[in-house]
């Protein structure tokens, strides 16, 4: 999950910079911010759930889940912005109903 964190901060770095000059609709820079704000949270998210003992199941599910959102909504996001692909909306809401699954698994577990 530091590596997470790491990616979620150099993709935000490269949004504001470098993004900029190549995205001109000012809404899909607006669709990145919104990935990497997700990215970033629930990476954290995750260095919690990390801290839980080995011994809850809802410990390997939640860290599964959160991870799986972080690649399926931000990731389908970043990719929209960077090809345009608009199709690749569909996939943003299953990533973040992982991400509620990972926070419930995270709250609930035994």
Do not use: E
């Not at 900029?20 to 000012?26: G, H, L």
């Not at 389908?76 to 991400?99: E, F, N, Q, R």
């Amino acid at each position: 999950s530091c590596y997470s964190g790491a990616l979620a901060v150099a993709l935000g770095a490269f949004g504001a910079h470098a993004l900029k000059s190549r995205v001109q609709d000012p809404k899909l820079l607006d669709v990145w911010d919104t990935a990497v704000k997700y990215h970033l949270v629930h990476t954290a998210v995750l260095l919690t759930a990390t801290k839980q003992p080995v011994d809850r199941v809802s410990r390997k599910l939640s860290v599964g889940f959160l991870t799986v959102g972080n690649i399926l909504f931000s990731g389908s996001l970043y990719l929209l912005v960077l090809t345009g692909i608009k199709k690749l909306g569909i996939i943003t809401p299953i990533g973040g109903l992982s991400y509620i699954v990972g926070w419930l698994m995270l709250a609930h577990g035994k």
